[in-house]
């Protein structure tokens, strides 16, 4: 278990805040308003711009603090004592303070017109039945990017130098799948900002529960499936999204 200090609390600050930023942004330039959002909008370019920007901070940042910029991410590595459980709530902390300050950034920058998009705060579509299905949807999301973190970044006999590529490329598929059906969050802090700022909160069950249950069943099939009987304590850190 490693320790943490200042720089990895300011690591996971600045990464989520431009992780929250740059997805608010391509959120309110490229998603349609109005009554039916998941038509008209290009989702292929949102969630290029995701990924490229969570490749982006991993490379950055994950020296520094392992670059998890979401608590779903930092609940796995908790559950797998890969990080102390005070460092892991400073973590969380730092990470939701960051998602208020990116949405913030988009709000002084594109005010009027990312209004509309509510600075990029996700919301279940129509075409799920409620806040239920959405909830599954962040989870299972949330299960395939956090199973992709601890399957390659913390497994010993993984290629880590992969991992930010891996985590980037998955974050890209599930953002083009799940983006017209729940704004594919599956980070409770890249949701949590935007919705204080806009006032829109979207339901707490899809995007809080949802990517936590994902994150836990990602971690239980990695210790029960993927890496049975690995040692619990690992010596590097850990990137996420």
């Known amino acids: 278990m490693q320790d943490r200090g200042l720089a990895a609390y300011i690591a996971e600050l600045v990464g989520t805040m431009f992780l929250t930023f740059m997805i608010g942004m391509v959120v309110s330039l490229y998603v349609a308003t109005g009554g039916s959002p998941q038509f008209g909008s290009d989702f292929v370019a949102v969630a290029l711009v995701q990924g490229l920007t969570l490749f982006a901070l991993i490379q950055i940042l994950g020296g520094v603090s392992g670059a998890h910029l979401n608590p779903a991410v930092t609940t796995a590595a908790a559950i797998m004592k890969r990080i102390d459980p005070i460092d892991a709530i400073v973590y969380v902390l730092a990470q939701l303070s960051g998602g208020v300050l990116g949405a913030l950034m988009v709000k002084g920058l594109i005010e009027d017109e990312g209004r509309a ?58 953002v083009i799948v799940f ?63």
């Not at 705060?121 to 199973?147: Q, R, T, Y």
């Not at 995007?207 to 304590?233: I, R």
């Open 117 to 174: 998009a509510n600075y990029g705060a996700p919301s279940v579509s129509d075409m799920l039945s409620g806040n239920f299905a959405g909830m599954i949807g962040e989870a299972i999301g949330a299960f395939l990017i956090v199973s992709a973190v601890v399957a390659v970044a913390l497994n010993t006999k993984a290629w880590r130098e992969w991992a930010p590529l891996t985590i980037g490329l998955v974050f890209t598929s599930a």
């Open 179 to 241: 983006g017209p059906l729940t704004g594919a969050s599956f980070n409770p802090a890249r949701w949590f900002g935007p919705a204080l700022v806009s006032g829109e909160w979207g339901g707490v069950w899809p995007y809080v529960v949802g990517p936590l249950l994902g994150a836990v069943l990602a971690t239980a099939f990695y210790k029960f499936v993927l890496a049975p009987g690995e040692p619990e304590e690992e010596p590097e850190k850990a990137p996420g999204g």
